[in-house]
């Protein structure tokens, strides 16, 4: 579950991270007495004015802008506020539709009053799979594309790995400090905000943490300037007060109402809709579509438990494509019969009325045989199969 930088900071603070102080507001009116405030507690002169959207690169789009007066804050906030903000990390990129904005952060100018004094830094945390441990990956090149910066200078960018076992030691802490070049009272704040940073990430359950820019200001101090937090959905459990924190309105709203009716849901581009019971099972599924000449449309895993009801929901979610050309059902049955399924499919066709694409259903498990039956005996546009390549030859007949 991907957060909004404020909320990001929040959790941040939360552990004791220095963060760059700001206020969230949804109006103009808001921002204004935000600025306020915040002229109040921390005595900035000038406030940057950030958009709030689940997605990275918000300058390039004309999301960040700095308010150096009422008037400019003003200005800023009501440009910002109700954009379709476009940026390279939004649908379609710089030429999709963009986000809308409903809220901006308004936060204090932690640049001044030297900004040539400042230095910019990358700090990110997140799990390594493959060597199934947390890592730590920072550089020098803070408040640029990190993925520019591992192609075009690899050498800037380093990794510290930590033994789940025994978690970051202080020794690891003060080793990104110094290869980050810092010394004196920078090098021990940088050694306490990494600390800090890790403790953060392992107690919240986050899968990312990314810090870009960490900010060495004039005065020594280490401040993360954005955040970009990602939550492990799994561990939700044990964080109620972070669950409450999801914003379904960046979200697609297919995907939030496939959750509703307890299906798993990805929208992808292809022209195959993909209905399948097992995470495993649908990644096959996706692959023998693949090799057929086709692509799937979506990932879509009905669990173990589908009945007609589900079933039909998932038909209509599959449907709203209109690329959609041709739907694969792939169902094992293990804990659900074949044939409760194959009455699903049936009862959904018939309740739907308006399904005029191509149907091929694939049941094997328990009571497949008597599924077969079913899908065979309905009288409807339902083509059956028994093995998956025969599935993917009726799939790739019916989409050529």
Not at 262 to 289: K, R
Not at 300 to 325: C, P, S
Not at 357 to 369: F, S
């Amino acid at each position: 579950m991907n957060l909004h930088e404020y909320q990001g900071k929040e959790v941040l603070a939360s552990y004791g991270v220095a963060i760059q102080r700001g206020k969230v507001a949804s109006t103009v009116e808001e921002a204004v007495n935000a600025f306020k405030a915040l002229q109040t507690e921390t005595g900035t002169e000038a406030v940057v004015v950030k958009a709030q959207i689940h997605a990275g690169g918000r300058g390039k789009g004309g999301g960040v802008k700095l308010a150096k007066n009422m008037d400019e804050l003003k200005e800023h906030s009501a440009n910002i506020l109700g954009m379709m903000l476009k940026t390279p990390q939004t649908p379609g990129g710089m030429e999709g539709p963009g986000k809308l904005v409903r809220k901006v952060l308004v936060a204090e100018d932690c640049y001044a009053p030297d900004f040539d004094a400042c230095k910019e830094y990358y700090v990110s945390i997140l799990m390594d799979r493959t060597k199934k441990q947390n890592v730590i990956i920072y550089s020098t090149e803070g408040g640029m594309d990190i993925e520019a910066v591992a192609e075009e200078t690899p050498e800037l960018v380093h990794k510290e790995y930590i033994d789940p076992h025994v978690g970051l030691q202080g020794f690891q802490a003060r080793k990104v400090a110094f290869n980050l070049g810092l010394s004196g009272q920078a090098f021990k704040e940088m050694t306490k905000f990494i600390s800090k940073l890790y403790g953060a990430f392992v107690g919240s359950d986050a899968s990312l943490f990314e810090i870009n820019p960490c900010l060495h200001t004039a005065d020594d101090r280490i401040l993360a300037v954005d955040s970009k937090v990602s939550l492990d959905a799994n561990a939700l459990f044990r964080h109620p007060e972070l669950a409450e924190m999801r914003d379904t309105d960046e979200e697609d709203p297919t995907e939030v109402e496939a959750q509703s009716y307890g299906l798993n849901y990805v929208n992808l581009d292809g022209n195959v809709g993909c209905m399948v019971n097992g995470a495993g099972l649908a990644m096959a599924t996706m692959d023998i579509i693949k090799l057929s000449g086709g692509s799937p449309a979506n990932f879509l895993d009905v669990g173990g438990t589908a009945d007609a009801a589900r079933v039909e929901q998932a038909f209509r979610i599959i449907l709203r494509d209109d690329n959609v050309k041709a739907i694969l059902i792939n169902i094992f049955g293990g804990i659900v019969r074949c044939d409760r399924v194959a009455q699903g499919v049936v009862d959904a066709y018939k309740n739907m009325g308006n399904i005029n694409v191509p149907i091929i259903v694939r049941l094997q498990g328990t009571n497949a045989d008597i599924a077969k039956t079913i899908i065979d005996e309905s009288g409807l546009e339902v083509h059956s199969a028994i093995l998956l390549q025969e599935a993917a030859d009726k799939v790739k007949s019916v989409i050529s």
